[in-house]
């Protein structure tokens, strides 16, 4: 089957980096996509990747290693403003987006 | 970038009766869109693909009899919840794709549907 895995919650501090962590399991690979979504609101693209390593945008940044079915999402400089659930998604074989749990992010003053 | 419109933003409706929820796409043609539910505190849910002149393609356990789905144009897809019931008080979100190969999925803003 297809599996897409992200921790559940995390918690970090206001100016501080935090990595949140997807791994997946899906019947081909067309690309993998990270989303943000605040409570009540619809999830707004943060990043694609859909070769191996590192794609920086801002204070936010996005690994991929297609070996080893893993990316991450890093987020520098934390604001309270980044307080929200982080999507990940993989485009499957059938160009399907498979969509991980989300991964809730607090962060505190 | 590319913009997705969902109408109406909120809708309080009395069980028993039908609710139509319009997605657009103001700035490109959608040959695809999708309809998800999303409940409190958990991931986005997908209920089916909508393709542009041909009938919707349902999720394993979503009643196609329950979701109307038409899509009748490039820029237009209605979702519509027959005979709503409170457990379908929900969150719908529809997306658009602007291509098979990219995949990347433009969000509408979503409907807030609370069904007494």
């Known amino acids: 089957g297809q599996n897409i895995d992200q921790p559940t919650e995390m918690t970090a501090t206001e100016g501080a980096i935090v990595q949140i962590n997807c791994t997946y399991q899906t019947s081909g690979f067309n690309g993998l996509f990270w989303y943000q979504q605040h409570a009540g609101e619809a999830p707004t693209f943060l990043s694609y990747n859909v070769l191996d390593g590192l794609e920086e945008k801002g204070r936010f940044s996005s690994f991929l290693s297609r070996s080893k079915g893993y990316s991450y999402l890093l987020l520098k400089e934390l604001q309270m403003k980044d307080s929200a659930s982080y999507l990940c998604a993989v485009t499957d074989s059938n160009y399907q987006l498979i969509w991980g749990a989300g991964t809730k992010l607090i962060i505190k003053p | 970038g590319a913009v997705v419109s969902q109408h109406p933003s909120r809708v309080i409706c009395k069980s028993g009766t039908s609710v139509k929820i319009e997605c657009r796409s103001l700035?490109?043609?959608?040959?695809?869109m999708f309809w998800y539910r999303q409940f409190p505190k958990q991931s986005l849910m997908l209920m089916a693909t909508s393709n542009e002149g041909s009938k919707a393609t349902y999720e394993q356990g979503v009643e196609k009899d329950k979701f109307l789905i038409n899509h009748a144009s490039l820029t237009l897809s209605t979702l519509t919840v027959t005979s709503a019931h409170p457990e379908d008080s929900s969150f719908y979100i529809c997306s658009a794709r602007l291509g098979r190969a990219y995949n990347e999925q433009f969000f509408g803003p979503g409907t807030r549907l609370t069904v007494l």
């Open positions: 700035d490109f043609q959608a040959t695809t």
